[in-house]
C-alpha cells in the first residue's frame, strides 16, 4: 500500500509563490512517474507537471512559471509554483505511480486571490 503525504497548499496574492511537497511511503520500491495535478472549482482534473524517466512535462499554462523536482532518495516529489495568477486556484493532487498503478493524494488547496 502506499501513502502520499501533501504539504505546502495556502492563499497568496497573484505573483506570490508556493512549494507543494509530497512524500510517498509504504510498498514503493518501484516508483515510476511522479508529479502534480490539478481541479478548478467546476473544472475537470488537469496535469500540471508529470516527471518520468527523467523528463519533465508541463501544461502550456504553467511553462516557464512551475518547476518540478524529485528526490528518488527521499521519495518526494516537489512543486515550485512562482508568478501565481488566479486561475492557477483550485486543489492540486499528488500523482505517483508505483508498479504501473497510479496513486493519489487527498489535495491541497492553493488559493489566489486579491
Known amino acids: 500500500q502506499v501513502q502520499l503525504v501533501e504539504s505546502g497548499g495556502g492563499s497568496v496574492q497573484p505573483g506570490g509563490s508556493l512549494r507543494l511537497s509530497c512524500a510517498a511511503s509504504g510498498s514503493i520500491n518501484s516508483i515510476g512517474a511522479m508529479g502534480w495535478y490539478r481541479q478548478a472549482p467546476g473544472k475537470q482534473r488537469e496535469m500540471v507537471a508529470i516527471?518520468?524517466?527523467?523528463?519533465?512535462n508541463y501544461v502550456d499554462a504553467v511553462k516557464g512559471r512551475f518547476t518540478l523536482s524529485r528526490d528518488n532518495a527521499k521519495n518526494t516529489v516537489s512543486l515550485q509554483m512562482n508568478s501565481l495568477k488566479s486561475e492557477d486556484t483550485g486543489v492540486y493532487y499528488c500523482?505517483?505511480?508505483?508498479?504501473?498503478?497510479?496513486?493519489w493524494g487527498k489535495g491541497t488547496l492553493v488559493t489566489v486571490s486579491a
Open positions: 500523482y505517483v505511480v508505483v508498479y504501473g498503478r497510479t496513486n
Open positions: 516527471i518520468s524517466g527523467g523528463s519533465t
